[in-house]
């Protein structure tokens, strides 16, 4: 089946750092990526929309400046969430469809934490 | 009002039982739709997935979707400690890759 590659799993990281999320789909070309964010005990907010080759579309109320999304390839997208403060601590998690029929592959997720 | 609405439970039965899980939407629009199991701290996993009005089954899995009442259900038979989990449901729009929209999800525990 499709499967979707996420790394790292988890990251601690210091207040003001960088740090980068990436997403593979291992075995089919993930034209468009979704990001989402999700915060304990609640449902998936979708961040954004990459799409191979193109900028990033942006949900109402996501600064872009902050988390910066990168599709270069079609089994490649990167979240890079830049000048990570606390508040940015959550559980990140990407999502792909491999075809248009079928439901959308997930991630295993990435649970940032800042300190 | 939200465009899709599912009974945030908890949801505790003993094993052996028959789940029953539902989700409500307003977007007639809605034309795939989706079970997906999250256990905690990991990426949601899909279930059962389908586009039309009826029952689809899998396993101890059965999806029922009523377009014209705007209600899909997952049914989860026999049971087991293993199915405890929060499970989500999702629905999209017809088209290349349009997003999902998401219930709050049900948090489900099965008891020995």
């Known amino acids: 089946g499709a499967v979707v590659s996420q790394h790292p799993s988890r990251v601690i990281c210091k207040s003001g750092t960088s740090v980068k999320i990436e997403c593979r789909s291992l075995?089919?070309?993930?034209?468009?990526m979704f990001w989402y964010r999700q915060f304990p005990k609640q449902s998936l907010m979708l961040m954004a929309t990459s799409n191979e080759g193109s900028k990033a579309t942006y949900e109402q109320g996501v600064e872009k400046d902050k988390f910066l999304i990168n599709h270069a390839s079609l089994t490649l997208s990167t979240l890079t969430v830049t000048s990570a403060h606390p508040e940015d601590s959550s559980f990140y998690i990407c999502?792909?469809?491999?075809?248009?029929?079928?439901?959308?592959?997930f991630g295993s997720g990435t649970r940032l934490t800042v300190v | 009002q939200k465009e899709v609405e599912q009974d945030p439970g908890p949801l505790s039965v003993p094993e052996g039982a028959i789940v029953s899980l539902n989700c409500t939407y307003s977007?007639?629009?809605?034309?795939?739709f989706m079970w997906y199991r999250q256990y905690s701290r990991k990426g949601p996993e899909l279930l059962m997935y389908t586009y039309s009005s009826g029952n689809k089954e899998d396993g101890r899995f059965t999806a029922q979707v009523d377009k014209s009442s705007k209600y899909i259900s997952l049914f989860i038979r026999d049971s087991q400690p293993s199915d405890s989990a929060t499970y989500l449901c999702a629905m999209r729009l017809a088209g290349t890759a349009s997003k999902l929209t998401f219930g709050t999800g049900t948090r489900l525990q099965v008891m020995l």
């Open positions: 977007n007639s629009a809605f034309q795939y």
């Open positions: 999502s792909a469809p491999p075809r248009q029929a079928y439901g959308y592959t």
């Open positions: 075995d089919f070309q993930a034209t468009t």
